[in-house]
């Protein structure tokens, strides 16, 4: 993939300015070129944003012949896949309501229009419920009823897929009309032990709902300024795990440029985020990158939290966040991938040095997981020798992708600090002072304080 072309396609996509400005630029590329980045654009998640704005724009003359031929079939069959995707959700909201459980749905459908003018358009692979603690046990018992089963689960996430699915193995699957999908069921969106961050998440009740259609199907949505800082949430979420779908930005942006003249709206939001520091940098961030990328436009009470943005946090933005997004969408395959340079982000939002320390060795090469996954191939009958190879191969592709990608972030270290003194003389930023790969694995024999302390010790640094 040529990250010129990417560029200019989110360029194009952008919500300000005139997009026949970067038709050309978009024209100008060759027909190899287009062939790597339809994969890119199918991973971002963009693929039919570009084609429907091509078609908006009268300039689907300037794709090659196969390229416009490939999008035009892969959008007949995403249209397939919700259509029957539609279907289950109509069924599954039917039955909830019938055992009386108290849920609201998230994300996928319930993102059209206020996010996605077009569920069509949008790569949705799952769906997902808010319900609460009470309805847990109901909701899984019309899942298991419905011939679900629970496949793994967290503290705060449950999901479940039909009996007969098969996960797919490859990315080009997931487009596919029949792939499998899941249901997820979730108590909370933030997971503090995760990050090694205490986020006091925003109550989203599933009594505080309102009714939504979507062509015929009816169902429990939340408020917008709830659906809003949900959407916020889950993006940070993902870009501190060091991997967003371009797409999540991109509705992003779609909502703010929907709802740019909306003042009771943004008020509304400012009193649902209140004062708590980090849920409004979380917002300032995450809207930040959405108009950096496509030019969203903020409005003022946010365009002031923005420039409240602690000054590491800014460096990283403006330094990284093109480089880590436009890299960092092949990662299965990609060596000296960018994804793990999203931990000096990370680092800054850790008070203590040994929080620090632990989220370092825990994500440049997670051993545990690698351990866990070894294991389980070990218990494959030596009749499946050819399940038993795939997922060994996985298992060293990932591992090769971990150990490449953890030393681009050593050789980053150096420029990371050189940025932050050129700019901040003086600043201290929050990074290991020690870059030796032998210092990050080996036990931390003092285990990093607890999320609910490390927030505490931040406010007071603060």
């Known amino acids: 993939m040529r990250r010129m072309l990417a560029e200019a396609i989110v360029d194009f996509l952008s919500f ?16 190899r070129d287009w062939e790597h980045t339809l994969n890119w654009l199918r991973d971002a998640g963009l693929s039919f944003y570009l084609l429907q704005k091509l078609k908006d724009t009268n300039a689907t003359d300037i794709l090659p012949k196969s390229a416009l031929s490939r999008l035009e079939d892969n959008l007949k069959v995403n249209r397939r896949r919700v259509a029957r995707l539609s279907r289950q959700f109509n069924s599954l909201n039917q039955k909830f309501d019938a055992a009386g459980v108290k849920y609201v749905v998230v994300k996928g459908f319930s993102l059209v229009p206020q996010f996605c003018p077009d569920a069509s358009l949008r790569h949705q692979i799952d769906l997902d419920y808010l319900v609460n603690r009470q309805s847990l ?21 449950f999901v479940f897929l039909p009996q007969s699915a098969q996960v797919p193995v490859l990315a080009d699957e997931q487009s596919e009309e029949h792939a499998a999908y899941a249901v997820e069921l979730h108590l909370a969106f933030w997971d503090s032990d995760l ?5 006091a998440e925003p109550e989203f009740s599933v009594e505080n709902i309102v009714n939504r259609r979507w062509q015929g199907v009816g169902f429990r949505a939340l408020p917008e300024e709830d659906a809003f800082l949900l959407q916020v949430i889950h993006a940070f979420h993902h870009l501190l795990t060091g991997w967003v779908r371009m797409s999540w930005l991109y509705e992003i942006g779609y909502f703010l440029n929907q709802q740019a003249t909306d003042t009771l709206l943004w008020g509304r939001i400012e009193r649902r985020v209140g004062s708590d520091p980090l849920l409004r940098e979380m917002l300032a961030v995450v809207t930040e990158l959405s108009a950096q990328f496509f030019e969203a436009p903020l409005p003022s009470t946010f365009g ?8 590491t946090v800014r460096i990283w933005i403006r330094n990284y966040a093109r480089t880590w997004a436009f890299e960092n969408q092949n990662a299965e395959v990609s060596l000296f991938s960018t994804d793990k340079l999203v931990l000096f982000l990370h680092q800054q939002y850790l008070s203590e040095a040994s929080a620090r320390r632990h989220l370092i060795r825990k994500r440049l090469v997670p051993l545990e997981q690698f351990f866990r996954r070894a294991r389980s191939i070990t218990t494959l009958s030596s009749t499946n020798s ?16 971990h150990v490449t990608g953890s030393l681009r972030f050593f050789w980053e270290i150096p420029r990371w600090r050189r940025l932050n003194k050129a700019t901040h003389p003086g ?25 609910k302390q490390d927030r505490a010790a931040s406010e007071k640094a603060r």
């Open 16 to 31: 300000s300015g005139n997009a026949s400005d970067h038709l050309n630029e978009i024209g100008g590329f060759h027909h």
């Open 137 to 157: 046990s109901v909701a899984q018992h019309v899942l298991e009823a419905e011939g679900y089963f629970l496949k793994k689960h967290s503290t705060n996430e």
């Open 195 to 199: 990050h090694i961050m205490f986020l």
């Open 304 to 311: 002031k939290w923005v420039e409240d943005i602690r000054p």
């Open 386 to 401: 050819g399940e038993r190879t795939r997922q060994l191969h996985r298992v060293l592709v990932r591992l090769l992708f």
């Open 427 to 451: 600043l201290q930023t929050s990074v290991i002072q020690q870059p030796q790969i032998s210092s990050v694995f080996r036990r931390v024999h003092h285990p990093p304080l607890s999320c």
